[in-house]
């Protein structure tokens, strides 16, 4: 009774995020069809039109001219009678269209990949010959739709999608886009007891040098079985080469994309400006999304990430930088030096970006906590090159059983160490020296301020730069 008690309280006090995207209203989970078109950013999610809990899969629809503000429109895709509208991917047609793959969940237990056309991102007509591409199997899901370019400039399609209960990607080509021949697949490796989801596959140079390319491929896991992993989902990558049918991976394992809790299913933008890859997950984990307060909405995304390849320690690592106008509204602020130990409360939406020498600090802790008993604590731990993050308190272990947590990850040392921490409501996302590692966790809170701490060892001072982005900003989901 008490735990159902503190979860009712969060339910009526979450903060709505000011700069990362929320429904008006209602359930969504997996962002779908990233494209950049019309001079606009589209991003299309999964969303329930009637409810607050997962089902009646459609896709939503928002747009953005800066990745900050966005603007929610009409359900673009919706269910139909004995078909739900599962995750997919849109691309840019060479005529101009907006081309959408999606999966057809069907009430008869099956799932195959349809398409559907749109002139103008908001209105959309289905091929009447769908499915266009059918397994006849239960977990054939997940179509992302991506270009390679061969030596002679001639651009083909690519269709990943997953065989998920066979922890597969599997590979589809095609010259038109209407057609398509299969031509591999990738996997099993890594954990079992999971389903593979929402695969993606990237084309970056090493250290901006564009005769070293390599693909990284992206997928999202998820704990499933009788006594499934109580970490719940997340999210991996490999990198390795790719030639336009076949995926061969540099070394045969998974790498984690981002060591919190909650970042899942994140895909890049088809078309984005200059060929960037710019990439977007939901703020979620499936182990406890259905206890996540709705207030009156449920699910969020995270910033937006610009992907790259650096060398470090001698090979190529996937780095995860936020969104420009994350580090604009820093360029902003005042940069000062603190003393540890230090304190302040301020505002719900905040940007911190904090530098230290680890010889002068030793390891160092920083707390974020919330009204709402719960509590994000992150320690620098110099000695050991790790990361320590913990979530805890009352209130959060109210809300689901798994929903406390620890974490240890590897964290390269050098003179100087960074940290940049964006605080929006219940998000709470980390970047650790510009990109190398990142860490997203949920924090609830019941109040318009938090509290930040730092603290060290040796007391050595931390250069500190702090921006408040307007929570007005997105009152009501959009923007």
């Not at 998920?164 to 057609?179: E, I, K, P, W, Y």
Request: hydrophobic share 40%.
């Amino acid at each position: 009774m008490a735990a159902h008690t503190a979860q009712q309280t969060l339910a009526g006090l979450v903060v709505r995020p000011a700069f990362h995207f929320t429904p008006r209203t209602n359930w969504m989970n997996d962002p779908n069809g990233l494209v950049y078109a019309h001079d606009r950013w589209h991003l299309y999610f999964q969303y329930n039109p009637e409810g607050s809990d997962w089902g009646n899969m459609s896709w939503g629809h928002a747009t953005s001219r800066d990745l900050r503000h966005w603007t929610e429109h009409e359900v673009a895709l919706p269910y139909r009678a004995g078909e739900q509208i599962f995750s997919g991917s849109a691309v840019v047609a060479p005529d101009g269209a907006l081309i959408a793959y999606y999966t057809s969940a069907y009430d008869d237990g099956h799932q195959a990949q349809s398409t559907a056309r749109s002139a103008d991102g908001h209105h959309w007509v289905s091929d009447p010959g769908n499915p266009v591409l059918d397994r006849g199997t239960s977990s054939f899901r997940d179509p992302k739709i991506i270009r390679h370019a061969g030596e002679d400039g001639t651009i083909t399609w690519v269709m990943l999608a997953v065989e998920a209960d066979d922890r597969q990607v599997l590979f589809h080509t095609s010259r038109d886009l209407v057609t398509w021949e299969y031509s591999g697949s990738y996997g099993p490796l890594g954990p079992e007891g999971v389903v593979w989801e929402c695969p993606d596959l990237v084309r970056l140079a090493v250290d901006d040098d564009e005769s070293d390319q390599r693909w990284v491929l992206l997928l999202s896991t998820n704990p499933v079985g009788a006594d499934p992993d109580p970490e719940g989902s997340s999210m991996s990558a490999v990198i390795g080469r790719f030639d336009g049918r076949v995926f061969t991976s540099d070394a045969e394992e998974l790498t984690r994309v981002d060591h919190g809790r909650d970042f899942y299913a994140g895909v890049t933008f088809d078309s984005a400006p200059g060929g960037r890859a710019v990439m977007l997950g939901w703020m979620s984990n499936w182990r406890y999304a259905a206890d996540v307060p709705a207030a009156p909405w449920r699910g969020a995304m995270s910033l937006p990430r610009q992907l790259s390849l650096r060398t470090l320690d001698g090979m190529p690592v996937l780095f995860q930088e936020p969104a420009e106008f994350v580090g604009s509204l820093l360029a902003e602020a005042e940069e000062t030096e603190v003393a540890t130990p230090w304190r302040a409360r301020h505002d719900v939406h905040a940007l911190l970006e904090l530098r230290w020498a680890p010889a002068q600090t030793g390891a160092l802790r920083y707390e974020v906590r919330g009204d709402a008993d719960a509590v994000i604590a992150v320690e620098h731990l110099p000695e050991f090159g790790e990361v320590r993050i913990t979530r805890s308190g009352a209130d959060a272990a109210a809300l689901h059983p798994d929903f406390p947590s620890s974490v240890v990850f590897p964290l390269s040392v050098s003179d100087e160490a960074r940290m940049l921490v964006v605080i929006d409501g219940p998000l709470v996302e980390i970047f650790f020296n510009g990109g190398e590692a990142t860490a997203s966790h949920l924090l609830f809170t019941d109040s318009p301020t938090v509290t930040s701490h730092l603290s060290s060892t040796f007391g050595g001072p931390v250069a500190l730069r702090m921006a408040r982005p307007a929570a007005a900003e997105n009152p009501e989901g959009g923007a």
